[in-house]
């Protein structure tokens, strides 16, 4: 019986390379000379911090088409609310999301139920998603609609086997 998985993943590899690129064009660019503005890669946050708000939304800006160029989707990137830093300063928290939550596991399943496809079911492991189906057409069909609906995480499919 024809399977495939559905993770959500984060290459933190490339994530790192994005941070440091985000590093070295800030360092450079003339709008952020006096600022002391940084971006710091701590486990599975990244801390954004210079002398505004504004300022910070431009770290953001920066990291983001950084991330962008590097393949890293957007969606595994979470925004806490910009807080006030010692010295008048502003800093923002970034958290990576990896891994398919319960809640996002079940609303998953419930999408692919929904799709009436005969002999096609979905079961949950641990931070993955399994399906399995008689066809191997109809767990294309499943692929195909996953990909084109938000669910506001980064889908990846692997492990397809017949």
Partial sequence: MPT???TSEVD??????AVDQATREIINRFDFKGT????????????LESASEDRVAALRQVLE????RRNVSL??????DPEDASGGRSRQKVMLTAGISSDKA???NKFIKALGLKGVS?????EQLRVQGKKRDDLQGVITELKNNDFDIPLQFGNFRD
């Fill in 75 to 80: 969606k595994a990137l979470s925004y806490e």
């Fill in 36 to 47: 002391n503005s940084s971006i710091e890669l701590v486990d599975e946050s990244i801390t």
């Fill in 122 to 126: 979905s079961s949950t492991q641990g």
């Fill in 12 to 17: 933190m590899q490339e994530v790192r390379n």
């Fill in 65 to 68: 088409e950084k991330m962008v």
């Fill in 106 to 108: 079940k609303e998953l």
């Fill in 4 to 6: 495939f998985d559905v």
